[in-house]
């Protein structure tokens, strides 16, 4: 049940190294044919790569071009070959031995693919060039310039080629529904080349069995459990569920339903992942073997309030700004990711929200993490119109990232974009429309939209008017009472109750909120204090379903307002800086997102310390279960000492322990169960 022994079954090459690349500042390559041949004047670059973090075009928004050759080797022949690019922001023109293959307009951040079984020429050398453009166009989603995260142009993200059987499924898209007895319901969706409709293919789609297999992913379940000596056949022998069935046909797409008697549920501490892996046969070939990861988790909204599993909970988390980091800017690497994932857990997130669709390895992070992800389409800022053109590009943008990221349990909603004109005659319908096309890609998950106008008109008004938010599973709002909003902080709660009056069955959601610098002075002590009196006044609307901060890091933009220049400016607007270093904000980001609460600490008797705990009844407030408690001499060598494992708290719940005092100066430190510091306070004896 290993993925990387299942997907042996397809060739994937990594197609990231020897790729030449040149700018095109004076916009001729298209004109004078760059694809017909060798590009002149090039140099080597690896992928991911983006152009704006090189000193010579920091500020080039524009064309540039990437060619490598492609050997393809004889035996490709009459087989199915897919180019996978993982993001190329923002518009591609796609060329194959000096033809015009595809386009990938306005678009920069889905994943793609171009079909080339029938253009390549097998037993050579075939030439791939792409031209790309990052223009601060009309004829993209986001909307010529009116985003606040950076422009930066390239292949910046993965590409990989794909060889498989010709008539290989093009993708696995699995649907798990969990029960409340713990069973589940696997519901796979196969979507095979259209070849195999042709007359020439008929007897093997007539023949085909499904021999599906479905167990607790290995390296999750090893972790989890802290089993790391289990082996896959130890696994397999005690959790393997397997079913051998011919599948329904819907045109080219197989349909297949498994039962599973008990499954572990997918929770913010405890991740339970499992692969499904299905081997596509008849009686005389193997024609593929294809997987992916999934989880089992029920997120549901009863009477304005929100269930995970059937568990009264509220979300706390932040929010992190892809291509921060001006040595890599968009063209991150796996360990850049990875890093900037980790800073998330550092401060306790189990909520985020992403405005641009990312690299699979974040939602991987997220689903491994315990993470729940609102992911939107990357409409943003009121000059964006309700165009025919942008719509289109919407809507093909929410289609393509619903197929890309469906398997990801971590995402449970699709966002309709950003502090649009929410209220307006023409902006309104399509926001609708995007929530509505959601529903209909996925019914499985929640939608929404991200308002700034929901405090721009309320109920009890004779001329009210809903705002766009309301048309979603959910409210979400961007506040930011005493900076951006031109109000006193002490009519913040005014506005937060006017709001929730005004849509009282919804479940409403702080989706942004935090300080920016330089728009506002005050520097990180200002930070905190912000940081504190909004987490006040949220913890005491009980409406209040969760927040998220943001940023987590300082972030790179082109938008105005600083004195920073090209790949270096920025909104300060993060707990770390833009290199992943803390501010002093962090540690009360983390403390005030903390899911347990260390309330009292006391002498008892003679060398000891009664400590009293609290499950959180603010934000987040969930089940805690698996929490250990250490007592050091300082803050980073607690795992030295003697582990207190914790009782499982419901919200509320006290809870006392007694443990060896230290002399002097010491710290109590609560870790998750994956690893992270759930709170850390010092105290003096």
Same mark, same amino acid.
């Given at each position: 049940?290993?993925?990387?022994?299942?997907?042996?079954?397809?060739?994937? =090459?990594? +197609?990231?190294?020897?790729?030449?690349?040149?700018?095109?500042?004076?916009?001729?390559?298209?004109?004078?044919?760059?694809?017909?041949?060798?590009?002149?004047?090039?140099?080597?670059?690896?992928?991911?790569?983006?152009?704006?973090?090189?000193?010579?075009?920091?500020?080039?928004?524009?064309?540039?071009?990437?060619?490598?050759?492609?050997?393809?080797?004889?035996?490709?022949?009459?087989?199915?070959?897919?180019?996978?690019?993982?993001?190329?922001?923002?518009?591609?023109?796609?060329?194959?031995?000096?033809?015009?293959?595809?386009?990938?307009?306005?678009?920069?951040?889905?994943?793609?693919?171009?079909?080339?079984?029938?253009?390549?020429?097998?037993?050579?050398?075939?030439? +791939? #060039?792409?031209?790309?453009?990052?223009?601060?166009?009309?004829?993209?989603?986001?909307?010529?310039?009116?985003?606040?995260?950076?422009?930066?142009?390239?292949?910046?993200?993965?590409?990989?080629?794909?060889?498989?059987?010709?008539?290989?499924?093009?993708?696995?898209?699995?649907?798990?529904?969990?029960?409340?007895?713990?069973?589940?319901?696997?519901? =796979?969706? $196969?979507?095979?080349?259209?070849?195999? $409709?042709?007359?020439?293919?008929?007897?093997?789609?007539?023949?085909?069995?499904?021999?599906?297999?479905?167990?607790?992913?290995?390296?999750?379940?090893?972790?989890?459990?802290?089993?790391?000596?289990?082996?896959?056949?130890?696994?397999?022998?005690?959790?393997?569920?397997?079913?051998?069935?011919?599948?329904?046909?819907?045109?080219?797409?197989?349909?297949?339903?498994?039962?599973?008697?008990?499954?572990?549920?997918?929770?913010?501490?405890?991740?339970?992942?499992?692969?499904?892996?299905?081997?596509?046969?008849?009686?005389?070939?193997?024609?593929?073997?294809?997987?992916?990861?999934?989880?089992?988790?029920?997120?549901?909204?009863?009477?304005?309030?929100?269930?995970?599993?059937?568990?009264?909970?509220?979300? @706390?988390?932040?929010?992190?700004?892809?291509?921060?980091?001006?040595?890599? &800017?968009?063209?991150?690497?796996?360990?850049?990711?990875?890093?900037?994932?980790?800073?998330?857990?550092?401060?306790?997130?189990?909520? #985020?929200?992403?405005?641009?669709?990312?690299?699979?390895?974040?939602?991987?992070?997220?689903?491994?993490?315990?993470?729940?992800?609102?992911?939107?389409?990357?409409?943003?800022?009121?000059?964006?119109?309700?165009?025919?053109?942008?719509?289109?590009?919407?809507?093909?943008?929410?289609?393509?990232?619903?197929?890309?990221?469906?398997?990801?349990?971590?995402?449970?909603?699709?966002?309709?974009?950003?502090?649009?004109?929410?209220?307006?005659?023409?902006?309104?319908?399509?926001?609708?429309?995007?929530?509505?096309?959601?529903?209909?890609?996925?019914?499985?998950?929640?939608?929404?939209?991200?308002?700034?106008?929901?405090?721009?008109?309320?109920?009890?008004?004779?001329?009210?008017?809903?705002?766009?938010?309301?048309?979603?599973?959910?409210?979400?709002?961007?506040?930011?009472? &005493?900076?951006?909003?031109?109000?006193?902080?002490?009519?913040?709660?005014?506005?937060?109750?006017?709001?929730?009056?005004?849509?009282?069955?919804?479940?409403?959601?702080?989706?942004?909120?935090?300080?920016?610098?330089?728009?506002?002075? &005050?520097?990180?002590?200002?930070?905190?204090?912000?940081?504190?009196?909004?987490?006040?006044?949220?913890?005491?609307?009980?409406?209040?379903?969760?927040?998220?901060?943001?940023?987590?890091?300082?972030?790179?933009?082109?938008?105005?307002?600083?004195?920073?220049?090209?790949?270096?400016?920025?909104?300060?607007?993060?707990?770390?800086?833009?290199?992943?270093?803390?501010?002093?904000?962090?540690?009360?980001?983390?403390?005030?997102?903390?899911?347990?609460?260390?309330?009292?600490?006391?002498?008892?008797?003679?060398?000891? $310390?009664?400590?009293?705990?609290?499950?959180? @009844?603010?934000?987040?407030?969930?089940?805690?279960?698996?929490?250990? +408690?250490?007592?050091?001499?300082?803050?980073?060598?607690?795992?030295?000492?003697?582990?207190?494992?914790?009782?499982?708290?419901?919200?509320?719940?006290?809870?006392?322990?007694?443990?060896?005092?230290?002399?002097?100066?010491?710290?109590? #430190?609560?870790?998750?169960?994956?690893? #992270?510091?759930?709170?850390?306070?010092?105290?003096?004896?």
């Amino acid at each position: 049940m290993q993925p990387k022994s299942l997907f042996a079954q397809r060739d994937t =090459i990594a +197609l990231n190294t020897n790729w030449q690349f040149k700018t095109d500042k004076q916009s001729e390559g298209v004109k004078t044919a760059w694809y017909a041949g060798a590009l002149t004047n090039s140099r080597e670059v690896q992928i991911p790569h983006t152009w704006n973090i090189e000193d010579s075009n920091q500020t080039h928004y524009g064309w540039a071009w990437y060619q490598r050759m492609l050997d393809i080797p004889a035996q490709y022949k009459n087989k199915q070959v897919v180019l996978e690019f993982g993001a190329v922001n923002h518009t591609a023109f796609i060329y194959l031995n000096g033809s015009k293959i595809a386009e990938h307009i306005g678009d920069g951040f889905n994943k793609f693919k171009v079909d080339i079984s029938k253009l390549i020429k097998t037993g050579e050398k075939n030439l +791939l #060039t792409v031209a790309v453009n990052n223009d601060y166009g009309k004829n993209k989603v986001p909307y010529g310039s009116s985003f606040d995260w950076p422009n930066d142009g390239g292949l910046i993200r993965k590409v990989n080629m794909v060889v498989t059987h010709p008539v290989a499924p093009q993708q696995i898209w699995v649907t798990p529904t969990l029960h409340k007895d713990s069973s589940a319901t696997v519901k =796979i969706r $196969l979507p095979f080349n259209k070849a195999i $409709l042709d007359k020439k293919y008929t007897g093997i789609k007539n023949q085909l069995k499904l021999n599906i297999q479905i167990a607790p992913d290995i390296d999750q379940y090893k972790r989890l459990t802290h089993q790391p000596n289990l082996t896959v056949y130890e696994l397999a022998k005690k959790q393997l569920t397997t079913a051998l069935l011919t599948p329904e046909w819907e045109g080219e797409i197989a349909y297949a339903t498994v039962q599973i008697p008990k499954v572990n549920p997918w929770h913010f501490d405890f991740p339970h992942l499992y692969f499904v892996g299905v081997f596509v046969t008849t009686e005389k070939e193997m024609i593929d073997v294809i997987g992916t990861t999934v989880g089992f988790k029920s997120l549901a909204f009863i009477n304005g309030q929100t269930y995970l599993n059937g568990e009264r909970v509220k979300l @706390m988390g932040v929010e992190w700004t892809a291509g921060s980091n001006p040595d890599y &800017g968009f063209a991150e690497t796996d360990s850049v990711i990875l890093a900037n994932c980790r800073l998330m857990k550092e401060v306790n997130a189990i909520f #985020t929200r992403q405005h641009f669709q990312q690299d699979e390895l974040f939602y991987d992070y997220c689903d491994r993490n315990g993470i729940l992800v609102q992911q939107e389409v990357p409409l943003w800022g009121p000059e964006t119109p309700a165009s025919e053109a942008v719509q289109q590009i919407a809507m093909k943008q929410l289609e393509d990232m619903t197929a890309n990221l469906y398997n990801h349990v971590s995402i449970f909603s699709w966002g309709a974009g950003n502090e649009l004109r929410a209220r307006d005659a023409d902006m309104k319908p399509f926001i609708s429309a995007l929530m509505k096309r959601s529903r209909v890609l996925d019914p499985s998950r929640h939608t929404a939209y991200v308002s700034n106008t929901l405090t721009h008109g309320y109920s009890n008004d004779p001329n009210f008017v809903p705002d766009a938010a309301a048309e979603g599973d959910y409210l979400m709002m961007n506040e930011y009472g &005493g900076s951006w909003w031109s109000i006193p902080t002490g009519k913040i709660h005014l506005y937060l109750d006017s709001v929730h009056m005004s849509y009282p069955t919804k479940p409403f959601f702080i989706s942004e909120f935090g300080l920016c610098e330089p728009n506002f002075k &005050g520097g990180d002590e200002r930070r905190v204090e912000d940081l504190i009196y909004h987490m006040a006044i949220y913890e005491s609307k009980p409406y209040v379903e969760g927040a998220i901060y943001f940023d987590l890091t300082d972030y790179r933009t082109h938008y105005p307002g600083t004195t920073d220049i090209g790949k270096f400016r920025r909104r300060i607007h993060g707990v770390y800086d833009m290199y992943g270093n803390p501010k002093p904000s962090m540690k009360v980001l983390r403390e005030q997102s903390t899911p347990i609460e260390i309330q009292h600490v006391a002498g008892g008797e003679k060398g000891k $310390l009664n400590i009293t705990l609290y499950g959180s @009844m603010g934000l987040p407030q969930h089940t805690v279960s698996g929490y250990q +408690l250490y007592i050091s001499s300082a803050p980073d060598n607690y795992l030295a000492t003697k582990a207190h494992p914790l009782p499982t708290l419901k919200p509320g719940q006290r809870h006392g322990v007694k443990v060896d005092a230290l002399k002097g100066p010491y710290y109590i #430190t609560i870790v998750r169960p994956l690893g #992270t510091i759930a709170t850390q306070k010092g105290f003096v004896e």
